[in-house]
């Protein structure tokens, strides 16, 4: 013979709400860990084909370097910083003079044979 007990339990109906409603919570938070779980991975696999990439630009550099010229040092090329100069203004004022007269021999030229 099997005695089966039974507990009078009070307020049965707000227990199985706040059961419920605690189930409810855990199977919003397993979600989330699942998308979590899921994006993770998708992380994961993006990482790994950056790798992959990275390692292949790698490799294609270091082929381009070798077939670039080296300098007259037989080292690679390295940035050389450009000086900017004083702009020569004598120079300039020359050559517009020089081309003035020109123009002005040009025009004369041209107007003698009209």
Do not use: C
């Not at 699942?34 to 990439?53: A, G, P, S, T, V």
């Not at 080296?70 to 004083?86: C, F, I, P, T």
């Not at 040009?106 to 009209?114: A, D, F, G, I, R």
């Amino acid at each position: 013979m099997t005695d089966d007990n039974f507990v009078g339990i009070s307020r049965p109906v707000e227990i199985r709400r706040s059961i419920l409603e605690a189930s409810k919570y855990t199977i919003s938070n397993l979600r989330a860990y699942e998308e979590i779980k899921d994006i993770r991975n998708e992380k994961f696999k993006l990482m790994d084909e950056f790798k992959e990439e990275f390692q292949e630009i790698r490799k294609l550099v270091a082929k381009l370097k070798k077939k670039l010229p080296l300098n007259k040092l037989g080292e690679s090329a390295k940035k050389v910083k450009l000086v900017k100069s004083k702009p020569i203004k004598k120079e300039k004022e020359l050559e517009l003079g020089d081309f003035e007269r020109e123009l002005s021999l040009l025009e004369s030229q041209v107007n003698s044979m009209k």
